[in-house]
């Protein structure tokens, strides 16, 4: 299993007045190469967990391992870590900081100890994995650029790091329709392209049922439901009643069983559910 937590518990501001129980006995895991999707209300512990997955969070109990390896056992070279588990945040544009675009994607190589035609070769790969054209970006400034590629310019400089898994805590945050469908384009063509493992915090519940594999549901620091979302989003009430959207699609089908009308269950897909609603039309489930 490349990612796993064992009982993993964490507390924010422990023995205070103030203290919050964000994570309580989490264990999961999480293998190489799948797309992982986590959703949960506010507060539930979804960042909080994420953040525990390249050592930015140490445990209040229990155990973060990296392929077997508890990641806090002595001698773990976690700095390595942070460029193998790459860390997207919520308006990632905000961590652009340097002058030039190319000195921003250059910031984590540069930190694992490349330079010239080596720190060069990382930058031109990171930008033109995401789309953006080296010769044309790299001297620009960030901040001249639009929201949509500050973004990109962010997620370049994550990917020239090479990681093998990377972590995007609500990248599409803020952006208009075609530029949230843009980067979750880029983000499915890289998952499967250069087979990164992908972990993908998000309140979009009709993405994530497209996109992912596996689903986490969080609610008060704990895994209420996992599984596929086909599984996950048969708790469409469960769901709704923490407070959640299910995707319209789901919507539908439900809607539809409560008129009395023959749907199977699991279809999530445009596609899966045209076709389950047609052979009811067509006569195989009376609509």
């Not at 989490?26 to 953040?51: A, C, D, N, P």
């Not at 155990?63 to 997207?88: F, M, N, P």
């Not at 921003?104 to 790969?125: C, T, W, Y």
């Not at 639009?146 to 310019?153: M, N, P, T």
Request: no cysteine; hydrophobic share 40%.
């Amino acid at each position: 299993m490349l990612i796993e937590t064992n009982n993993l518990s964490y507390v924010y501001m422990p023995g205070t007045p103030f203290q919050v129980e964000a994570l309580k006995n989490i264990t999961l895991g999480i293998e190489k190469g799948s797309f992982v999707g986590i959703i949960g209300e506010t507060g539930s512990g979804k960042s909080t967990l994420v953040q525990h997955f390249n050592g930015l969070l140490k445990p209040t109990s229990g155990k973060v391992l990296i392929d077997g390896t508890d990641i806090w056992s002595q001698g773990y070279e976690r700095g390595g870590l942070r460029a193998r588990v790459a860390l997207l945040f919520q308006y990632p544009e905000h961590q652009l900081f340097e002058e030039t675009v190319f000195k921003d994607v250059a910031f984590g190589p540069r930190n694992l100890g490349l330079h010239g035609e080596d720190l060069s070769r990382r930058v031109r790969q990171g930008l033109e994995m995401i789309g953006l054209d080296y010769e044309t970006y790299s001297k620009r400034s960030p901040f001249a650029l639009s929201g949509g590629e500050k973004r990109r310019v962010a997620l370049a400089g994550v990917l020239a790091m090479q990681p093998e898994i990377i972590v995007l805590d609500e990248p599409t945050a803020g952006m208009d329709p075609q530029g949230r469908l843009n980067l979750l384009r880029l983000i499915e063509r890289l998952h499967k392209e250069e087979n990164l493992t992908v972990i993908l915090v998000t309140h979009n519940m009709e993405d994530i049922a497209r996109l992912a594999d596996r689903l986490l549901v969080f609610s008060k620091g704990k895994i209420v439901f996992q599984g596929t979302p086909a599984h996950v989003f048969s708790f469409a009430e469960e769901i709704k009643a923490m407070g959640l959207d299910v995707p319209p699609l789901v919507e539908l089908v439900q809607e539809l069983r409560k008129r009395g009308k023959s749907v199977a269950k699991g279809f999530l897909t445009a596609e899966e559910t045209a076709a389950e609603i047609l052979s009811g039309l067509s006569g195989r489930n009376k609509l």
